[in-house]
């Protein structure tokens, strides 16, 4: 493993380590329950085709009451969920940029958003910059520990074990 990866990894180790994955996992439920212990509303937008134009999949803006994350929806379900965790990403490390190539659009977009409210606007373009490997690197890290946590989800052991050997289990006796 490359030492630059490593070192990506330890930063988002804290960051994972303090995540409470809901169960089932998905990236909204994850946004809810993220809202809920920052108490700060997080709201999930469809990406308007005028920003995906830009280049973006996935913005995230923030004012100065809540949190908007904009993901592409014309593209699969997998890679939604994967647009939405990351920009939870540079949520989770604090990630700080007011990228101006967004803010015109996006304050169109949402005429009640002045830009003056406007605290954080990172747009999803490349991966160049530490904060977009950060980002990119979280997220992929909390698909991974979901998968492991919902692969492990106990649930009517018996029945499952039954089903496996073909015999039925009652499992309410
Ligand atoms: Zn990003």
Redesign the pocket.
Known sequence: MPYRYLRLRQRCLPLLNQIDFPRPFSAHALCRTIASQRGRQIHLHPLPPEASSTGAC?VLLATATADHIFYESQTSHVHQEHIVL??LG?LLFNHHRVDARYTAVMGDLLPDLSDSLVTRL?G?TNYTTR??QE?ETLASLIRTSADRANRYQPRSVTGKLGAALGIETSEDE
């Open positions: 996935g990351h920009e540079h990172l999803r904060q977009e980002a």
